[in-house]
């Protein structure tokens, strides 16, 4: 894994943390979802939309299963269920 997918993971994984803490299941599009990734500008909103495309084609990431990501056209429903 290049670093900067390493990166973007480990920032989708404290996002899914400070999710799961507020407020437990959640949904949302993509626009609600990278606003809970706090990255110090390393990680753009490009970036956790590469992931989250991977994860749409069934890709496993270890550690973010509790992730949902259905996409149809450009549009994304994200799920977090725990």
């Known amino acids: 894994m290049e670093d900067k997918t390493r990166v973007t993971v480990k920032a989708v994984k404290e996002a899914l943390d400070f999710i799961e803490r507020m407020w ?25 939309q590469h992931l989250l495309d991977a994860l ?3 890709e496993h990431v270890h550690g973010i299963e509790t992730l949902y990501v259905n ?7 994200i799920k977090v269920k725990r």
């Open 24 to 48: 437990g299941d959640w949904d949302g599009d993509l626009h609600d979802f990278v606003a809970n990734v706090i990255s110090e500008d390393t990680v753009t909103q490009y970036d956790v």
């Open 71 to 77: 996409k149809q056209g450009s549009k994304y429903h």
């Open 56 to 58: 749409s084609k069934g």
